[in-house]
């Protein structure tokens, strides 16, 4: 079955610090990973995804994810926090689509991120 | 494009009552999807549909029902409205990838 984690609650970091979000998952076969952000009282909003291709792949607002397939992980980053990247982070995986493949997104349970001037 | 839109934004339900949350989507995407949203359980799948016509259940299905009679609409009926039903819910739509969410509907079930 399809399951994602993401082990922290909120993640703490003053502004201009690199900032990590964790995610690790489980799906068989070669997943699609994405990232979403959620401001207060807004729906979700794509950040960056993972298909294929090189493990490092750039999204908006200068967020990047690292795929790694060993670790099963796919962790959010950003060189340098921004006060305004305080928010509700989701990480999510789908198995890719196939014959019988619904692709279903399921998502981990949310992330705080709290950047601090 | 007006991506996906819901309606309403706010609904306050007796107990016991029934209303539909409407979704549309105008992307011609073939997957749409409801979700609901509580603190500390990040989203959970209601229902989703992979094109008109065609629905199935998710996680959390009971008291729900959907029907897809378009590629553009899914909308949700709660038939018997209950406090625990008291959630933000999200309608999605996407196409091979990532998915569009709509604003929500944050709703109150007294």
């Known amino acids: 079955a399809q399951s994602v984690a993401q082990p922290e609650d909120q993640v703490n970091v003053a502004e201009g610090n690199p900032l990590t979000v964790k995610c690790t998952y489980s799906?068989?076969?070669?997943?699609?990973l994405f990232w979403y952000v959620q401001y207060p009282n807004r729906g979700l909003q794509f950040l960056l995804k993972?298909?294929?291709?090189?493990?490092l792949v750039k999204g908006s607002y200068g967020f990047e994810a690292e795929f790694n397939k060993s670790q099963t992980s796919f962790h959010l980053k950003k060189p340098s926090a921004l006060v305004s990247d305080s928010a509700l982070y989701f990480c999510a995986v789908r198995a890719p689509p196939s014959s019988g493949n619904t692709g279903k997104l399921i998502f981990g349970q949310g992330t705080t991120l709290q950047v601090k001037p | 494009n007006a991506g996906v839109t819901q309606t309403p934004k706010f609904q306050v339900l007796k107990t016991g009552q029934s209303m539909t949350l409407q979704c549309a989507q105008d992307?011609?995407?073939?997957?749409m999807s409801w979700y609901r949203q509580d603190p500390g359980m990040g989203l959970r799948l209601i229902h989703y549909?992979?094109?008109?016509?065609?629905?199935d259940q998710g996680e959390v299905p009971n008291g729900y029902n959907v029907s897809r009679s378009t590629t553009e609409d899914f909308p949700l009926r709660l038939l018997s409205a209950a406090p625990s039903q008291t959630s933000v819910y999200f309608c999605a739509s996407s196409g091979r990838a990532e998915q569009y969410f709509g604003p929500g509907t944050r709703l109150t079930v007294t």
């Open positions: 992307m011609n995407h073939e997957y």
């Open positions: 993972y298909i294929t291709g090189d493990n």
């Open positions: 799906v068989s076969g070669n997943p699609y």
């Open positions: 549909s992979v094109g008109a016509g065609i629905t």
